[in-house]
C-alpha cells in the first residue's frame, strides 16, 4: 500500500483547508541550509545563533535539529518526538517570510507544511508512559520567585528574565536525566535568572557529546550529577520522579536533506 506523504496532523490541516476553499498556511518562502557542528564555542562567541527569531514577516530557525523542528511544529516538546539518531544532530538554518495577513502564532502549521514538503515528512501519533521530573512547589518554604511587573522593562539589564514555567521546564530537561514537566499549575511568566541553569546546562550538554541531547526517557533511572535539583530548591520548587502518558509522535519518513523551494 503507497503511504502517505503528508504528515496525520497536516492531512487534516489540508482538508479543512480545501473544506473552505483555501491553501494549507505555510511560509511564502523559505530557505534551508545545514549549520555548522554544534559547539559551546560558538554558541558564547555569537557565531552560532540558536532557535527561532521572529522579525516582523521574517522568521529565523537557528542551528535548529529536525527534532527541534517536528516537536516546534507540532507543540510538543522534543522528548516526545522518536525517530531517527541523526535527527538530533543534523542541524539546519531556516530564513523564512511568513505571508502577508498571517501571524506569529500561526508559525507551527507553516513549519508543518515546510516539514511536509521539504523534508518529505510522514509521523503517527502514539500515548506513551514516560519517566519524568514533575515540577512542583515545595509544600515547605512557599514559592522563591515573583511574576513579572506590570512595568517590567525589557530594555533594563537586570539579573532575571521572565520566563513561562513551561519553558523553564524545558531549559532543566537539557540538565538532568529526565524529561521536566511543569505541575505548579503557576500559569503567566516568572522573573527567573537563568545564569546557573545555563551554566549547569552547558556542562550537562558537553558531557553528553555533540548532539547535546538528553538521556532517552526509556534509559533513566535516578538523578544524574546535576546540580539542576538544588538550583530549583533555591526558588522554592521542586522534582519529583513520576511516570505520566503523554503524547508521542513516531516519525515513519524524514529526509536528510531538503529539497528545492
Given at each position: ?69 517536528v516537536s ?10 522518536s ?65 513579572r ?7 533594563v ?12 521546564s ?8 529526565r524529561?521536566?514537566?511543569d ?24 558531557a553528553?557529546g ?10 533513566a ?41
Open positions: 500500500m503507497k503511504r502517505d506523504i503528508l504528515p496525520i496532523a497536516s492531512l487534516f490541516l489540508l482538508a479543512a483547508a480545501t473544506a473552505l476553499g483555501q491553501s494549507p498556511l505555510a511560509f511564502e518562502v523559505a530557505s534551508i541550509k545545514q549549520a555548522p557542528p554544534y559547539t559551546m564555542e560558538a554558541v558564547h562567541s555569537g557565531q552560532m545563533k540558536l532557535g527561532l527569531k521572529v522579525d516582523g514577516a521574517r522568521a529565523e530557525f537557528g542551528a535548529m535539529t529536525l527534532t527541534d523542528l516546534r511544529a507540532y507543540r510538543v516538546r522534543t522528548f516526545q518526538v525517530g531517527p539518531g541523526w535527527m538530533s544532530s543534523e542541524r539546519f538554518d531556516i530564513i523564512a517570510k511568513l505571508p502577508q495577513g498571517s501571524s506569529p502564532d500561526q508559525i507551527p502549521e507553516m513549519l508543518q507544511t515546510l516539514l511536509a514538503e521539504r523534508f518529505k515528512l510522514t509521523l503517527r501519533r502514539e500515548t506513551k508512559d514516560f519517566p519524568v521530573y514533575a515540577l512542583v512547589v515545595t509544600k515547605n518554604g512557599g514559592l522563591k520567585i515573583t511574576a511587573p506590570t512595568d517590567y522593562d525589557p530594555t539589564k537586570a539579573g532575571a528574565r521572565p520566563m513561562t514555567l513551561d519553558a523553564y524545558d531549559m532543566l530537561s537539557r540538565a538532568v536525566d524529561p521536566v514537566v505541575m505548579t499549575g503557576l500559569k503567566g511568566e516568572y522573573m527567573l535568572s537563568l545564569t546557573r541553569i545555563m551554566q549547569e546546562m552547558g556542562k550537562q550538554m558537553a553528553r555533540p548532539s547535546g541531547s538528553s538521556v532517552p526517557p526509556e534509559m533511572s535516578g538523578p544524574a550529577d546535576s546540580g539542576a535539583f538544588d538550583i530549583v530548591q533555591d526558588l522554592g520548587l521542586k522534582l519529583e520522579p513520576r511516570k505520566l502518558p503523554l503524547p508521542l509522535l513516531v516519525i515513519d519518513h524524514i529526509e536528510k536533506t531538503a529539497t528545492e523551494n
